[in-house]
């Protein structure tokens, strides 16, 4: 395999609450590369956009080494880090919170493109039809203020903002679940196409399967703070190993009510744990239907199972 566009090795991430302390993340390993969709799943709380946000650096790695476009980034200071993740972007949940009800479209893309220095002065207004462009978004919406527009059309211009600077690295931390059902797709399309013709990586959070299903290249679940499984999505959509991972993707609706192929429903019952006090050993095993003594006092260690199928799971112990 070539080598990583970014990479995360050993994290741990502490949060410092108002009488104590807890691990928000442990001991997570990723790599992304160029040209990839690498799916984050995992329920609510469970650490996706700390780890969005420790790539970034929003959040302050506790101990571990994070590496961007063959850079360590780990201890970088703040100027120098901003020069070396130029190359990697954000997009959020609500693109509200992010544009500035103040500031037209051109005005966001405008903002955006001289701040990096990605046009010369001509050529500004000619780089900013052409992100309109990519975004499929009519030149007219570049006069407009965000109140004018839809959700989706916020979205879009949040997306053409993050493309303006060139990135090799989009991450999505939930882009999708503000916005109306019926534009959803749209988006999906359109980021899909934008993948195909730049080359870009993302880094995409959901609560929703289906859409990583039909954007991820790779997955990566976690539970409590704790990565569970990494796979190829073709194999984790096809035969997950991990028993929560077996749950999440029996969630997932059947399109087709005559399919032939059920998989064996598994449910997970009861919320998840506090991950300000996460159980001993296996972090599942509370809610794990194959527990057994060793899950309960020993954490399992993430390994491949199957070629670059990895598990954290004492089930596949001796496999
Ligand atoms: N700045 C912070 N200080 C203290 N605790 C935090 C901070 N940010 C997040 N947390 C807590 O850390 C845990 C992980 O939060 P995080 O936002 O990464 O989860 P998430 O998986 O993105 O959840 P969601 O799906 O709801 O967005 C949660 O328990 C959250 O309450
Ligand atoms: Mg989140």
Redesign the pocket.
Known sequence: MSTPLFEVKQLDVE???KNSRFM?LRDVDLEGYLGETLGIV??????????A?SLMRI?SPTHGRLFFDGKEITSLSSRELRKAIRGMQMIFQDPDASLNPRMTVEGHLKEAITTSKVAHEGTVEEYIKELLNMVQLPHSVARMYPYQLSGGQKQRVSIARALSVKPKLLIC??PLSSLDISVVAQIILLLKKIQEEHGISYLF?T?DLATLRYLAHRLLV?YL?RVMEVSPAQDVFSEPLHPYTQALMASIPTPDPDASYEPAKLCIVGDPPS??DPPSGCVFHTRCPYATESCRHIAPRLKEVKPNHFVACHLYDLS
């Open positions: 949060y410092q609450m928000a995992g329920e609510s709380g469970c650490g996706k956009s700390t780890l946000k959040c931390d939930e959070i609560h976690l703070g991950i300000v």
